[in-house]
């Protein structure tokens, strides 16, 4: 079993920055991703990170402004967001997959934290 807790979500103004991090125990040896909600959409991938951080995915819709990390001795995964614009309004989960893949599909993901709210303001 993996438990997930979410933190670092707020209101930032349009072109602001913030810093999630997702707190992670149990078995923790497979990749952590992070996905988005916003209100009336689906869930949505936005970045993933294997174990050893060698391989990491983005959505396209955050490449070059979002970035993914992990410190497997302090159990964290971070997600630095940075030029955010009030699209990236939703609120945010990490989650974790029991295989070792870098998947952006919802459903292959296993455990879910409870989620973080980010809103960005114009």
């Known amino acids: 079993q993996v438990q997930l807790v979410e933190s670092g979500g707020g209101l930032v103004q349009a072109g602001g920055s913030l810093r999630l991090s997702c707190a992670h125990s149990?078995?923790?040896?497979?990749?952590i991703g992070w996905f988005r909600q916003a209100p009336g959409k689906e869930r949505e991938f936005v970045a993933a990170?294997?174990?050893?951080?060698?391989?990491?995915r983005y959505a396209d819709s955050v490449k070059g402004r979002f970035t993914i990390s992990r410190d497997n001795a302090k159990n964290t995964v971070d997600l630095q967001m940075n030029s955010l614009n009030p699209e990236d309004t939703a609120v945010y989960y990490c989650?974790?997959?029991?295989?070792?893949?870098?998947?952006?599909?919802?459903?292959?993901?296993?455990?879910w934290g409870q989620g973080t709210q980010v809103t960005v303001s114009s």
């Open positions: 149990g078995r923790t040896f497979n990749p």
């Open positions: 989650a974790a997959d029991k295989f070792p893949r870098l998947s952006a599909v919802v459903r292959d993901y296993d455990y």
């Open positions: 990170i294997t174990w050893s951080s060698t391989n990491i």
